[in-house]
């Protein structure tokens, strides 16, 4: 049987925020190319093309919410390759002017638009116009207004090759910031428990392993304190998953509420949650247990038909590799479990 992946709705609606930036960021590119034209005394073609660009651009822009974003990206790629860059590179100094710079800049907004892999054909292509293109200089040199005066010449490339410099880094400064946000969207999600919204045991690992490679706290001691929910097996059995849902819930706000502010609350798998408490001796861990305890009660109160509690297994640590740290916190919470099913009360 085929399972159909669905796709990844945040990175499209990234790469569309991408889109429509580029947008924007060329849609003032090419007015501030025709200024440069009429700055330079260029053909009134010169200005009027960077001009109709910058309209073409405008208009997918408005267009863009009420359309299939890819409707819109095929026509933005079709217009760079097959519209503005030859009509541009004919009316123009061509390689003598700053076309080049711009063919380079167009040739990258294509690239960052691209969402599928078939849509590779349209910089393909592209790139296969502009060598032809490039060949038709020494052939056809009546069709290219050259510049008489190498002054203006230098000046001329100069202003754009700093235009098309800080649009680049303005596409590339963008690209950084969504991939980054992206990043962390997906880092969040790999050590959020989805459930309880608490950290969990990939997040225990990641911030056990920082705190022993800090080497500003050589010395540092801390707790960990085991909690497994007693006979909530029941509560799914009785009540439905749906309840079960809603006591686990519960209890990670209890574990939220009871902590400190540098204390880490970890859902460590399915009804075990654990407490990292940094610097804090017995009777201050005592004192932890004793407020979750009265917070839960009316939890448990509300099913008097299950004997729902909370049993407890603490250990403090000051060395041992992160492996050794999490197979103790193990030991301990089925040492704990195993203390309170014989003893029949919770610890």
């Known amino acids: 049987m085929n399972w159909h992946i669905p796709k990844n709705n945040h990175l499209t609606n990234m790469k569309d925020q991408v889109f429509i930036t580029s947008l924007r960021i060329g849609l003032v590119a090419f007015i501030v190319v025709a200024l440069i034209n009429l700055i330079n005394h260029r053909p009134i073609v010169n200005i009027v093309s960077p001009l109709l660009g910058a309209g073409f651009l405008f208009f997918l822009h408005q267009w863009y919410p009420t359309e299939k974003s890819k409707k819109v990206r095929l026509l933005f790629l079709f217009f760079l390759s097959f519209v503005y860059l030859p009509a541009a590179w004919l009316t123009s100094p061509g390689s003598y002017s700053a076309m080049s710079f711009y063919a380079v800049l167009m040739l990258f907004l294509c690239f960052i638009v691209i969402q599928e892999t078939w849509e590779y054909i349209f910089p393909a292509l592209f790139t296969v116009l502009m060598v032809i293109l490039l060949h038709l200089e020494p052939q056809y040199p009546e069709r290219y207004h050259f510049y008489s005066d190498p002054q203006l010449r230098a000046f001329d490339l100069s202003i754009n090759f700093v235009l098309v410099s ?7 400064f963008v690209l950084n910031r969504s991939f980054s946000d992206e990043h962390q969207r997906v880092y969040q999600y790999s050590i959020t428990d989805p459930l309880t919204n608490l950290f969990n045991r990939r997040y225990l690992h990641h911030f056990l392993t920082r705190l022993m490679e800090d080497i500003r706290f050589p010395d540092i001691t801390y707790s960990l304190l085991l909690m497994d ?29 009871a902590s400190r502010k540098n204390d880490v609350v970890i859902r460590f798998g399915g009804d075990e949650f654990l407490l990292l408490l940094m610097d804090t001796d017995d009777t201050g861990i005592s004192i932890v247990e004793e407020r979750i305890q009265e917070l839960f009660q009316p939890v448990c109160d509300r099913y008097p038909d299950i004997p729902l509690s909370v049993s407890f297994g603490r250990a403090t640590c000051s060395s041992g590799s992160v492996d050794e740290v999490i197979k103790m916190a193990d030991d301990i919470l089925y040492q704990s479990k195993d203390a309170s099913k014989k003893n029949g009360t919770s610890r």
């Open 166 to 172: 800080t649009t680049l880094f303005a596409l590339i």
């Open 229 to 257: 929910l007693d006979h909530f097996k029941k509560i799914n059995d009785l009540h439905g998953h749906p309840e079960g849902d809603r006591v686990l819930k519960e209890f990670a706000a209890v574990l939220t509420k």
